[in-house]
């Protein structure tokens, strides 16, 4: 028998508005920029993500992410207008949400389960969708035996999100909220113009562009939250929406 090349390590309300989410863990990626991850992947579990993100439905996984863009009822549009977000929704999230419907992902509860995914591997918490609208047990399950992890979040300030700065990074939009951010520990994650960088705070993604791509983020490792001690991390805007990144 073939082997899943994933799991659904989490079904159940978001954290942010009580709508169904799920989360799938993939096993392997070939990812260039990450390298070979697990790469989970946070959806609303009853419409495909490009509607979700047309129709602003992605809230449930994405918060008040700027990079969201904003729903519309252009016929024409098939997700959010001026979406800045780098993830490409009709290639990742499209074809792991179809075979999701499909049931090609056998479900992996529990905590020894979820652990099991990700014993000794490097892991990638929220390939696409914010890790802080899923319990966190969800995530200390499948870290607790990793051997190192990545994530972002723009959801530190919910209060009904569970941000873990632990090991999550702290997506800043703005130097002011950074500033604040480190004030209280925390390491954050912040896309702006390379121009901006704060020198002693933070340093340039060596898996960028701009950084001649050097490194992946598995062999990286330096986006774990406070865990790892390092500078914070800022990267130029990039993607298919980056003009729209201000």
């Not at 904003?70 to 959010?80: G, M, R, T």
């Not at 941000?163 to 520990?185: H, I, N, P």
């Not at 950084?211 to 800022?234: D, F, N, W, Y």
Request: charged share 25%; net charge positive; aromatic share 8%.
């Amino acid at each position: 028998m073939k082997k899943p090349s994933g799991y659904v390590i989490y079904e159940g309300a978001s954290l942010l508005d009580g709508k169904p989410i799920m989360v799938v863990a993939l096993l392997k990626s070939s990812n260039g920029k990450t390298g070979n991850m697990v790469q989970t992947y946070i959806m609303r579990s009853d419409i495909d993500p490009m509607l979700a993100s047309k129709k602003g439905e992605d809230f449930s996984i994405c918060g008040e992410c700027p990079h969201r863009g904003e729903a519309n009822d252009d016929p024409n549009s098939k997700q959010a207008k001026k979406r800045g977000c780098y993830v490409i929704l009709f290639q990742g999230p499209l074809n792991v949400y179809k075979s999701y419907v499909k049931g090609n992902y056998p479900t992996s509860f529990g905590h020894d389960a979820i652990q099991s995914i990700g014993d000794g591997k490097d892991v990638r918490l929220g390939t696409y969708g914010d890790p802080s609208v899923v319990p966190r047990y969800v995530w200390d399950s499948l870290l607790g035996k990793a051997k190192s992890n990545t994530a972002y979040s723009h959801q530190a300030s919910q209060s009904s999100a569970q941000f873990v700065a632990q090991y999550m990074m702290r997506s800043a939009d703005t130097l002011d909220e950074a500033r604040k951010s480190w004030a209280m520990g925390e390491r954050t994650f912040r896309v702006a113009p390379l121009t901006s960088m704060v020198k002693g705070k933070e340093i340039l993604c060596p898996a960028s562009e701009e950084a001649g791509r050097r490194t992946t983020c598995e062999k990286c490792g330096l986006c774990g939250g406070m865990q790892v001690h390092a500078k914070s991390i800022l990267i130029p805007p990039h993607g298919n929406g980056r003009k729209y990144v201000a």
